[in-house]
């Protein structure tokens, strides 16, 4: 339970903080930090307007989008608190409940019969079909290290005195917060900042929605970006802390990873979008490596 | 009962003498009765746990007999499931052909529909050499005739002798393995003779040649060209039995002849899953890029056969190194993604079948917008396509559920190879996933969704009911395997165990299970939580309909500038370009031609192993021969002449004692 | 701390597959002076304390300041092209590299040797086969020189691996060789690129007639 009202709350600050960080660097005048809120508030009070063209398919893949985001939340511990539902292979099922609310934004993006739509479909559907190995070699070297499968037996297994645990982190943390980043449509991916049809990739999709569906994928955004940032605060929170201390860190460590995404984004450059797929490719080739990181510190792999 | 059996089969030649319009009927209660029996025995032999043995009929002095074991008893259920469905649809499929083709064509086609029913039941329960091959080569037989229903189509035709062609080369191999068994052991020619050989023997050699066999049945790749052409050329129903169960005999071939294997299975289990990996990776590639969607979904067929691969290689290689978790599991997300498939494959080649009869084009470019036209269909499609691509909440996702855990249960436990042939399975599992999703999201899409993309789309309608039926009936097993999973762990762990694996590793999933029936659960009622909510607060407020955001451009039909299928295929076809061999065709703008003037533009794809491994040894062979056809004059005084010269020869020969 | 610095020398190794531009090349070749530096810092204990500051200078000087130097003044003088494009698409040159990787690692294990320290024969074989992948791959000598330099980074980690102490002739060979083939190349690519317009290899081919 205490996980999921973290990473809710965490979940409202989350893109107001990166709206913040990126006004300060460009010397603009910062929006206040619940402005994201105030606008799905807004949102929740119109009325909207559906295409002639779309099927029963458009009014229902914003919902179902939104129950996949927040189920997965239900999945994911925080230190020492599981999560509400937990089983034996659950990040499996985790990766493809994801799966799903992608299936359906996607061919609701195709039902408008838009262009544009179309567009940012084939490209989230790659990006996102390249990205999954890099997730699960990762929650595979997790596995192979601990002998556990869940979620939380995984990360209550993790802490153990190894200079090579340090890289595995650090290694874990890089390549989460970049599939974080192509999850999302940030950058280098994408840029959420022109709103130009012809780089865009989440954005565009979403292009047609309105009113109560708009509203409801903006939270399930903030909720994914609050996933990952969840998962990556669990390499660092140790279970052996008191509750309070892990509950400071855990949202000192989600206000640092808004941060580091404003950072980010204002400083980095999108990449052209056809080098995209092989930059991805290379997220999967990192967490290959942490998967030998892992086969070395578990004496498979024998070095003297 | 089995008296009964016998009987009905005799029955089948009664089927000439019927009447056009009773002739379906007399066929559909032919069916009722056979699925009865069998199935009676199945249930039988899995509730007991015993093999249940029947004798049949006498045979060249010995009697055969019909032996069912738990293994046997799966397959039939699953035979018995698909062709049920099959029948029930191909009523309402067969309709515009009943004015095109006399009496004897629609008792023949119905003939052999009962004989491809009765030969695979039978492929499955007899264990003598001989009859098995008879029985092998029926069962080719009947789903050639099936294949070439559409005569009228001179394509057709060469399809179905080819498809004839690469079925006996599978039998050849066959033939070829067992009496090489039978002569080195000296065993009766009998399945359960071979594992006398292979107790002495080193096992992969042999086992090479059945997999290659029965491998052509079932559709791996290098060995697969025979499905994409076959496929689409037959009628739906008739796809949908072929791709739900006819290849999965191959899968039983290799599974029982595993069956007997005891001894050095490391090599076999790796080569099963190399086989595998590939064919999946480049099954659901090349089954991207294809415009007829019956191609397309024939190369899922191939990828699914893969996936199915996959969890038997990791079950041997389970075996092989001693981790039963990783052995129970593999096999069983194995097995059970056997049943699935024919399912979800089935209802997909019904439900483009019923797309097919109602616009008359299999290409997907020419369709669009059908599910305002033909809701329940693409409702019915939809459910088969989110099965397929392995999302919860249902049956695809079980299957590749049990294998993902038996991987990465044992992955703390194997050696260091093992562990990294286990890395490149999840991940190629991953990756398979992820092109699945990416296939089914565009023919979806460009079947069902966005405006229509040309005028065949205008006369479609909603198909009758008959053929929504067996829709119904596979979208119900769909959701139940998805939704409740703990129904099958007592029945998979009877089948596994006949495999010599301790099945404590399913027992174990048990509770796994019950937390993902309760997150689907969970799902669907904060689905219908935001329905209500959304309703509510819609009621309140204006809902308007307009056209979609165009950008402010109004100059033309909205379909103009909508993503077609070959542009949401683009970018994937780029990154796989040396695999899926795609052609374009098309003449380029000149630099003076101010208004251009009207283009085409066509793409085609090509299978490079047929290319390779086919089309050019044939065409080289074929040019070979022509030049030695120069002897054939076809006059007699030159063949009188070929006759003198060998009789000199033959003189010669002996006079200087060399003969 | 040593495993540290080998596993981002792989990390390293993929960056290498996915670049295209050729500031990136030089960049992360100071970038794997600095690792080299970091490796030798913590393994090396049993040698004199001269030698030892000496390898460390070396490393830290040479490959991770004055090198990258060089090569960019180079780069700047031909005004080379941003983007090199290599013969096969960077994506299987990723999968290719990580495969490189894995045979590394299994190669070591299957030949289980007592004699050679292991830690550092993986990686360094990775690195020698990985250069030459690289210098086969690109098609402009400059992307050759850079190739070079990875696979005499690799040669010094396999130093490091068949000895613990390492001796000076070792470390003055490999010295010589870097400073030898970097200022001859870069001198003949100065000239050349005076006389001629480009520095591809297809065309340098045609010098010999």
């Not at chain 1, 039902?111 to 999954?132: H, I, K, Q, V």
């Not at chain 2, 208004?595 to 065409?619: A, C, G, Q, V, W």
């Not at chain 2, 004059?633 to 002996?654: C, D, P, S, V």
């Amino acid at each position: 339970m205490i996980s999921l009202l973290l990473i809710l709350i965490s979940s409202l600050f989350f893109v107001g903080i990166i709206v913040k960080v990126k006004a300060k660097i460009a010397a603009r005048k910062m929006p206040p930090v619940l402005q994201p809120v105030y606008d799905v508030i807004r949102l929740f009070k119109k009325g909207a307007v559906y295409s002639q063209t779309t099927s029963v398919i458009f009014k229902i893949a914003p919902l179902v989008y939104f129950s996949s985001v927040f189920l997965a939340v239900l999945f994911i511990p925080i230190g020492s608190n599981e999560g509400l539902l937990s089983f034996e292979g659950d990040f499996v099922f985790f990766a493809y409940l994801l799966g799903i609310g992608k299936f359906m934004t996607i061919i609701s993006a195709m039902d408008t019969g838009s262009g544009f739509e179309g567009m940012g479909a084939n490209r989230e559907a790659l990006y996102s079909m390249l990205a999954e190995p890099a997730f699960f070699i990762i929650a595979g070297s997790m596995a192979l290290f601990t002998d556990n499968i869940s979620f939380h037996d995984l990360f209550l297994h993790l802490k153990q005195d190894a200079d090579l645990y340090y890289i595995i982190g650090i290694a874990s943390t890089y390549v989460l917060v970049y599939i974080a980043m192509v999850e999302n449509s940030r950058m280098p991916i994408d840029d959420p900042k022109t709103h130009l049809e012809l780089t865009m990739v989440h954005e565009v999709m979403i292009l047609d929605n309105s009113g109560f569906d708009l509203g409801l994928i903006h939270i399930a955004t903030w909720l994914k970006f609050s996933i990952y940032g969840a998962l990556i605060s669990n390499f660092i929170i140790s279970n052996s802390w008191n509750l309070y201390w892990q509950i400071a860190v855990f949202l000192g460590i989600q206000f640092a990873f808004s941060t580091i995404v404003g950072i980010l984004e204002s400083f980095r450059a999108r990449n052209k979008i056809e080098k995209n797929p092989q930059w991805i490719i290379m997220l999967s080739a990192i967490s290959i490596v942490v998967f030998l990181t892992v086969l070395i510190i578990t004496q498979k792999i024998i070095l003297n | 009962m089995i008296i009964l059996f016998k009987i009905a089969i005799i029955f089948t030649f009664v089927l000439f003498i019927f009447p056009k319009q009773f002739q379906y009927y007399f066929g559909l209660i032919l069916h009722l009765v056979i699925i009865s029996i069998s199935g009676i025995w199945a249930v039988k032999t899995l509730i007991l746990s015993s093999k249940l043995t029947l004798p049949f009929i006498p045979f060249l002095g010995n009697n055969l007999s019909i032996e069912i074991d738990q293994l046997s008893a799966f397959f039939i259920l699953v035979i018995d499931f698909t062709m049920l469905t099959g029948i029930i649809y191909a009523k309402g499929y067969l309709q515009p052909y009943f004015h095109k083709k006399n009496k004897i064509e629609m008792a023949w086609h119905f003939f052999n529909f009962l004989w491809l029913h009765i030969s695979m039941l039978l492929v499955v329960s007899i264990r003598d050499v001989l009859p098995f091959l008879i029985i092998w080569e029926i069962m080719s037989l009947s789903s050639f005739f099936l294949v070439i229903f559409e005569t009228e189509k001179e394509e057709t035709i060469k399809i179905g002798i080819k498809y004839l062609i690469q079925m006996h080369i599978g039998v050849a191999f066959l033939m070829a393995a067992f009496i090489y068994a039978y002569v080195s052991s000296g065993e009766t020619l009998n399945f359960d003779g071979l594992s006398v050989y292979f107790a002495s023997h080193n096992p992969f050699g042999l086992f090479m040649l059945f997999f290659i066999g029965f491998g052509i049945k079932a559709g791996f790749i290098p060995l697969h060209s025979w499905l994409p052409h076959a496929h689409p050329a037959a009628p739906s129903h008739v796809s949908g039995v072929m791709s739900g169960v006819m290849i999965k005999m191959g899968i039983y071939g290799i599974l029982r002849v595993l069956m007997y294997i005891h001894h050095d299975l490391f090599n076999i289990g790796l080569f099963i899953l190399i086989m595998s990996l590939i064919s999946g990776l480049i099954g659901v590639s090349l089954a991207i890029v294809q415009h007829d969607v019956k191609k397309l979904l024939a190369y899922h067929s191939i990828e699914n056969i893969g996936i199915i691969g996959i969890g038997i290689g990791l079950g041997v290689i389970g075996l092989a190194k001693n981790i039963p978790v990783l052995a129970a599991l593999g096999f069983g997300g194995g097995i059970l993604h056997i049943l699935n498939h024919s399912l979800f494959k089935s209802l997909l080649f019904y439900t483009a079948g019923s797309v097919y009869k109602q616009t008359h084009t299999r290409n997907i470019e020419q369709l669009g917008g059908l599910i305002k036209k033909m809701p329940k269909t693409a409702l019915f499609f939809l459910l088969g396509a989110i099965a397929i691509s392995g999302l919860p909440p249902f049956n695809g996702f079980i299957s590749e559920f049990l294998i993902y855990s038996g991987i990465f249960k044992s992955l703390h436990s194997a050696g260091l190879f093992t562990d990294i042939v286990l890395m490149f399975s999840f991940a190629g599992l991953a990756i398979i996933g992820g092109l699945a999703l990416f296939c089914f999201t565009k023919v979806f899409s460009v079947i069902f969704l966005g405006t229509t993309r040309s005028s065949k789309v205008e006369h479609a309608t909603e198909v009758n009911s008959s053929m929504l039926i067996p829709d119904f009936i596979i979208g119900f097993m769909i959701i139940i395997i998805g939704f409740v999973p703990v129904i099958f762990v007592h029945p998979l762990s009877q089948i596994i165990g006949s495999f010599f694996i301790e099945t404590t590793a399913i027992h174990q999933m048990i509770s796994t299970f019950n937390n993902i029936s309760l997150s689907s659960g969970v799902f669907i009622i904060i689905i219908g939580l935001l329905w209500a909510l959304r309703s509510w607060q819609q009621k309140r407020q204006t809902i308007k309909e307009d056209k979609t955001w165009a950008c402010a451009y109004t100059g033309a039909n909205p379909a103009v500038h909508q993503y077609t299928a070959t542009s949401y295929a683009d970018n994937f076809r780029q990154l796989s370009s040396k695999i899926v061999n795609v052609k374009k065709d098309f003449k380029d703008f000149d630099e003076t031609e101010i208004f251009p003037k009207k283009r085409k533009f066509e793409t085609h794809s090509s299978d490079i192993f047929e290319n390779y491994l086919i089309t050019i040894p044939s065409d080289r062979i074929l040019a070979f021969l022509e030049k030695i056809a120069v002897f054939q004059t076809g006059k007699i005084q030159h063949y009188l002449l070929y006759a003198l010269l060998f009789l000199a020869l033959i003189f010669l020969l002996t006079f200087l004692n060399l003969i | 701390m040593t495993y540290l610095f080998i596993i981002l020398y792989t990390i390293t190794l993929i960056y290498f597959a996915l670049s295209e531009r050729v500031k990136k090349f030089v960049w992360l070749l100071s970038i794997q002076g600095f690792i080299l530096f970091g490796i030798a810092f913590f393994s090396l204990h049993k040698i004199k304390i001269f030698d030892f500051i000496f390898i460390l200078a070396e490393t830290i000087l040479v490959k991770s300041l004055i090198v990258p130097w060089f090569l960019n003044k180079v780069r700047k003088h031909n005004h080379l092209k941003r983007v090199q494009e290599t013969s096969v698409p960077v994506s299987y040159s990723l999968i290719i590299v990580v495969m490189i990787l894995l045979f590394s690692f299994l190669f070591n294990n299957f030949l289980n040797s007592n004699y050679i320290h292991t830690k550092y024969f993986t990686v360094s074989f990775a690195s020698i086969l990985f250069g030459i992948y690289f210098i086969i791959i690109h098609k402009n000598i400059f992307s050759h020189v850079v190739g070079y330099l990875i696979i005499e980074n690799g040669t010094f980690l396999l130093s490091l691996a068949v000895g613990s102490v390492m001796p000076m002739m070792v470390n003055l060979a490999i010295l010589l060789d870097i400073l030898m083939g970097v200022l001859v190349l870069g001198v003949f690519i100065n000239r050349i690129g005076d006389a001629f317009e480009s520095t591809k290899i297809d065309k340098l081919s045609k010098l010999k007639d």
